[in-house]
């Protein structure tokens, strides 16, 4: 995440004519939809990974009937000085010396516990589901504001598209991580009017913002090839308000595109919110996320890294099946589109 | 292309001037981040506070206090003000470790994914191509905490190959300067070679449906000089557009994460030591820097592109 | 932002060598005697001169300029590179409580009334640059200590000498107080009111004589002239420095007594992964840990094996506790705080640190005069909390279910901390949640009082050896708008009153009052007035290059000039 280019030159983000409508080598009778399912279901590593997202998004979803049934113990309770069966014999959760104890493979501490005694494996799933809320939340925010500001520069042009451009410019320009952490450590302390500091909203935000950009810039110069074209023109001359020719004529046509950076925004946002937290500025305590459990887990290196192996590899996992699932729809869609974050 | 030029610079400034109000008004904002209280120390009576806020500047209005700050930054005459370095020197000091880290790095994700994207357009729709998406995925997946904990756990706490971070310059020991550079290396590399190789497959897959490709192998040319000669070299010009804005980025500090848990004392990681301090003065120099190098390696890249394409209009 | 406290030296204390059982078996036996400061001359006189050693730690000083130091990181090179009118002995364990004479003939006499001190400075002294030492450049180092300024000169400086506050505002050109005659070198200082630590206010290394037209700014990056055993060199921002012995130390009127000149050169790196600081003293690479520094659990089982012999944990003035708001709901009922203090698991709190605390109930930490004796008022801490007398409490208290907000800072292990107290207030009845707040504003966010804070991690490490300076925190008159340091807003009489009667006894009487100490402190923890969850231990580990012959100062940690090479 190191670096958080920049998609940058327009090239990066160009969208190719496969997804202005004209689908090329269109055999009869199939629309673009139908054809990109088509394709989508030849490519069975890309559904094998979509089918693993489900598989941890119910999972995280089932935290609570996890916690009660077959942990039984909530995501924050702690047991710092409790023991625990292992092998038959009792071991403390934490020792004396604050080393964790390591997975234990039976219904309490599955995967081991936390410095603070608690439960990895609740906290896992119940940080997941934080992870996931989050990036849900701020892909929403940037695909919605991201559509907002592309169609609005892409349709209008002149001084409207000239200021969202510069603003865009602006956010670009900051590395995202730096952006994020200066914006998470502001919003963090006080937060700032309705988004109250310790709730999951202040990441979500930051991180939807800082990605806007990615989405607007592309929208922007698809919008821009649009409004030459035909049918619009056909709707002005019907007398057709902006607002109703933006709503309901560029819009459709900008729903292959959306459906490529869902996928791409959200694997993207997962992984900024786990940098965000390890910098200090992300989920806060005790609230778990992937992030905050690596973070902290690092502490224990190297006597407890299943603190940080359990989140870690979690977190890969599923962001890798968000990307490999969108990988394959966008190949579905466009197979030559070059859309990317960077990072 | 003149006037572009100088129209793409003017907006550069203006890009910079807004992302450094931004930072400055974002910071200033921080509840209770008073720096006043801070520097005051304990027990400060009401006068001290008073005195420490005169001294800084901080009684003045806020666009007061940006323009001082901003001008001590140009002047290099600017101080951190929980430990007073100047930060043009602290920055200097960053930097070797930050370039050594980038120049490093860029080299190995710009062959490797030239490598791996290529062999993916080939074999495209085969099983290698199959198998290197996954693994590109898996390398966009990676946060580089995360990778550089395991790297760290596993080669240098378990198999004790290498350091456990740290930076050590080139000019004292090149060979402990190599090793201590390695995993942070692969660490940053692995997320662009995953990026990079995407984008080159496709681009290589566009550029093969090309009219003056299709004449190239219909003059009789063979696939490994077709590959070579006109697709590859097309295609990396995009590529190498990327890795100059991605290069711009990590030298001007971005590549916080990688730094920060390798412990390389680069740019970035004082950025990332700043803003635990909430010390506005480096952060703000180091976001400065960041958006002057991407700023300044994108307009090069427009205007490079101008150069090599005539068609396209330069607006 | 050191790691230790973000104010302060954490001074002193005994050195109580090693700890509880649990410690002792850890550390396999090697670690439990401890290099008592008796030994300290003889060996010093057998160590070997020469060589250069490397200290690793994992924070930077706030500033090697002592005008502006003020962390454990900057005191204790400071110590040794800036040497005061008065100085501390270079001895391990309470030994190095001992006041001596630095550039000062001898201690400055107080007199009858305790409100005027007179010193003499010392003939023929040179800075490290050659300049001669003038009497006048003791006032011009007090002056820059308030301009700059120095982060204690509010509470030590302008709390104390006559004129200065004046000075630091500006309304003045020149500390009233403080006359100096460069003749003769006399120094005579009026203070606004008896302070008895006022010895150990000349100590601090931030007073260390620095000449006169030294610029009134922090020089961070070349740290002024001083006097002293060592010099500061070759400062790469948080990175790295060096201390270089003094040639002329030892010689002619550079010859002070007790204080001894350094064996070996020290480089100084700093790197924040403390891990592998730790692991590299272990193998050898580098020298010496920083004891302010804490030791994973983790690598304790390898340290005990690898690095038998060369580990120890010193106790250091230092008390952890949590303030409870008593002019809040709900902490302003003594019961609701009476709950807290029954039922805190202290041993939990110390597996969150790497089992680093020794458990406690007293504000006055075990180093210090005035530690009680007494068994604690509810119940022995060392046993873990009682969970069950702990929510009778809080039910009796009518406070039951009362929202709490827990103040914590962002840094392990004090969020872990206030993670487990925050869940154990949940437990025992209230409504808790703990906000988070990044380390830097922590103490100007609770310190507050618009915010009223009603409970949170707080901490305090000794300036110097004298309850005093412990109990301010806790009197009515320091309970300030902005900057507060009484963050529970303790207003009791009996407190102030009587911590104001023992604060003007000086620092060498102290033995007289002990046991009048050891009561007002009882009176607070019966009160419940903060909820102490422990004081730290550091641990003390070098090379095996490393003679073991060291000096573990009380207030400073190592001493560097005891330090040599096998």
Not at chain 1, 158 to 180: E, K, Q, S
Not at chain 2, 276 to 289: G, M, Y
Not at chain 3, 59 to 71: E, H, N, W
Not at chain 3, 88 to 117: C, F, M, N, R, V
Request: proline residues 6%.
């Amino acid at each position: 995440m190191a670096t958080s280019s920049a998609p940058g030159t327009d090239l990066s983000t160009e969208i190719s004519d496969a997804l202005l409508g004209e689908a090329v080598e269109l055999p009869p009778g199939l629309g673009p939809w139908r054809l990109a399912w088509r394709r989508l279901r030849r490519n069975r590593v890309a559904l094998f990974f979509g089918g693993v997202f489900l598989l941890i998004l119910v999972l995280c979803l089932l935290a609570p009937v996890y916690a009660k049934h077959i942990a039984h113990q909530g995501p924050a309770a702690e047991n710092i000085t409790g023991t625990v069966k292992v092998g038959g014999k009792a071991k403390d959760v934490v020792s004396t010396t604050g080393i964790p104890v390591g997975p234990t493979w039976h219904s309490r501490y599955f995967l081991g516990a936390d410095e603070n005694g608690r439960d990895v494996a609740v906290r896992l799933l119940y940080g997941g589901r934080n992870s996931l809320e989050i990036g849900f939340v701020a892909t929403a925010i940037t695909i919605f504001f991201g559509l907002l500001v592309g169609v609005l520069a892409g349709y209008f042009r002149g001084i409207t598209d000239g200021i969202i451009t510069r603003v865009l410019d602006v956010i670009w320009a900051f590395p995202a991580v730096l952006l994020g952490v200066t914006l998470g450590v502001s919003l963090a302390l006080g937060g700032i009017g309705p988004l109250h500091g310790n709730t999951l909203m202040v990441p979500a935000v930051v991180v939807g913002v800082v990605y806007i950009p990615y989405v607007g810039k592309p929208v922007r110069g698809q919008v821009l090839g649009l409004r030459e074209r035909e049918f619009i023109d056909a709707a002005r001359q019907q007398g057709l308000s902006h607002a109703r020719i933006m709503f309901s004529e560029i819009l459709p046509n900008l729903g292959s595109t959306i459906v490529v950076f869902v996928p791409l925004i959200l694997a993207n946002a997962i992984l900024l919110e786990a940098g965000l937290s390890y910098l200090g500025a992300g989920v806060q305590p005790p609230n778990p996320s992937w992030g905050t459990m690596i973070a902290d887990g690092i502490r224990t290196i190297p006597a407890a890294f299943h603190n940080v192996l359990v989140p870690g590899i979690m977190l890969v996992l599923a962001v890798m099946s968000i990307n490999v699932f969108g990988d394959g729809l966008r190949d579905a869609l466009d197979p030559r589109s070059k859309v990317r974050i960077a990072r | 292309m003149l006037a572009f030029a100088i129209r793409r610079l003017l907006s550069m400034i203006a890009v910079m001037f807004v992302v450094s109000v931004l930072t400055f008004l974002l910071l200033a904002a921080i509840p209770n981040g008073d720096p006043a209280l801070r520097l005051a120390g304990r027990l400060a009576t009401a006068d001290q506070i008073h005195e420490i806020r005169v001294k800084y500047g901080f009684d003045k209005p806020i666009y007061v206090q940006y323009v001082r700050t901003m001008k001590n930054i140009f002047t290099g005459q600017a101080y951190s003000y929980t430990q007073g370095f100047n930060v043009t020197s602290e920055i200097k000091q960053g930097l070797p470790a930050t370039v050594s880290l980038a120049l490093g790095a860029g080299v190995l994700w710009l062959f490797a994914s030239i490598l791996v994207g290529t062999l993916a357009a080939i074999k495209a729709g085969k099983y290698t191509d199959r198998v290197l998406t996954v693994l590109a995925m898996m390398g966009v997946s990676f946060p580089p905490f995360f990778l550089g904990a395991v790297l760290i756990y596993f080669l240098g706490y378990k198999a004790n190959i290498f350091p456990l971070g740290g930076y050590v310059k080139l000019t004292s020991n090149p060979a402990q300067w190599f090793t201590h550079l390695i995993l942070p290396w692969v660490t940053l590399s692995v997320l662009f070679i995953g990026f990079y190789s995407r984008v080159l497959r496709s681009t290589i897959l566009e550029t093969q449906s090309q009219d003056y490709v299709r004449t190239a192998q219909a003059k009789g040319l063979s696939s490994r000089q077709v590959l070579i000669r006109h697709i590859l070299r097309n295609s990396l010009i995009p590529i190498i557009a990327l890795w100059g804005l991605d290069l711009a980025q990590v030298i001007g500090g971005g590549a916080i994460l990688t730094e920060s848990v390798y412990n390389l004392h680069g740019v970035g990681q004082l950025a990332a030591d700043s803003i635990a301090k909430l010390d506005i003065i480096p952060i703000l120099a180091v976001v400065l820097l960041t958006a002057f190098a991407v700023v300044l390696i994108a307009a090069l890249t427009d205007i490079m592109y101008a150069f090599l394409d005539p068609r396209i209009r330069l607006t | 932002m050191t790691r230790l406290a973000r104010r302060a030296l954490p001074v002193v204390v005994t050195v109580l060598a090693v700890v509880s059982a649990t410690v002792l078996a850890a550390c396999g036996g090697g670690g439990g005697s401890n290099t008592s400061g008796g030994s300290t001359s003889a060996s010093t006189s057998q160590a070997k001169n020469g060589g250069t050693i490397t200290l690793i730690g994992g924070v930077a000083p706030d500033s090697l300029d002592p005008g502006f130091g003020y962390t454990t990181q900057a005191a204790e090179p400071d110590w040794l590179s800036y040497t005061g009118l008065v100085t501390y002995a270079h001895k391990s364990g309470t030994a190095g409580s001992e006041l001596i004479p630095g550039l000062a003939t001898a201690l400055p006499q107080a007199s009858a009334d305790g409100k005027t001190y007179t010193a003499t400075m010392r003939k023929g002294l040179k800075f490290s640059n050659g300049t001669p030492v003038k009497a006048s450049d003791f006032a011009y180092t007090v002056e820059r200590a308030l301009k700059i300024p120095w982060g204690g000169s509010g509470q030590f400086i302008a709390g104390n000498i006559v004129g200065a506050k004046a000075y630091a505002a500006k309304k003045a050109s020149s500390i009233s107080g403080i006359q100096t005659d460069d003749a003769t070198g006399k120094i005579t200082i009026h203070l606004t009111a008896p302070y008895g630590a006022f010895l150990n206010v000349l100590a601090f290394p931030s007073l260390g004589i620095v000449p006169s037209g030294t610029p009134m700014k922090n020089l961070p990056n070349n740290p002024p002239p001083g006097v002293g055993p060592y010099e500061i060199k070759n400062i790469v921002p948080n990175q790295s420095y060096k201390l270089v012995r003094n040639p002329n130390w030892g010689q002619g009127a550079l010859n002070i007594p007790g204080i001894p000149a350094g064996h070996v050169d020290v480089n100084v790196k700093i790197s924040s992964n403390v891990d592998a600081n730790a692991l590299s003293v272990v193998n050898n690479t580098n020298d010496v840990y920083d004891w302010a520094d804490t030791i994973p659990g983790s690598l304790l089982p390898q340290i005990n094996s690898q690095a038998k012999g060369r580990y120890q944990k010193k106790v250091m003035n230092s008390t952890y506790y949590v303030f409870m708001n008593t002019q809040e709901k709900p902490f302003n009922n003594q019961l609701a705080r009476q709950a807290v203090v029954t039922g805190l698991n202290q041993n939990a709190m110390s597996r969150l640190s790497s089992g680093s605390l020794i458990p406690g109930c007293y504000f006055l930490p075990p180093g210090m005069v005035g530690h009680p004796t007494a068994p604690c008022p509810y119940g022995d801490p060392a046993k873990g909390g009682d969970i069950a007398k702990a929510k009778q409490l809080v039910q009796q208290s009518g406070m039951k279910g009362q929202p709490v907000t827990v103040w914590s800072q962002q840094r392990a292990p004090r969020q872990q901390w206030m993670t487990y107290y925050t869940s154990f207030l949940n437990q025992i009845g209230f409504k808790a949640k703990q906000k988070l707040i990044a380390d830097a504003s922590y103490f100007p966010t609770i310190g507050n009082l618009k915010g009223h804070p009603q409970t949170g991690f707080a901490d305090w490490n000794q300036d110097f050896p004298n309850p005093i300076d412990f109990y301010l925190l806790v009197q009515s008159s320091s309970i300030l708008p902005t900057n507060n340091e009484n963050f529970g807003e303790v207003r009791d009489p009996q407190i102030d009153s009587q911590s104001k009667k023992l604060g003007e006894v000086p620092t060498n009487k102290l033995n007289t009052i002990a046991s009048q100490w050891q009561s007002l402190d009882e009176y607070l923890a019966k009160k419940a007035y903060i909820g102490v969850f422990g004081y730290q231990t550091f641990p003390a580990l070098i090379s095996n290059r490393m003679s073991p012959n060291y000096v573990f100062h009380p207030l400073y940690g190592w001493d560097w000039s005891s330090f040599s090479l096998k």
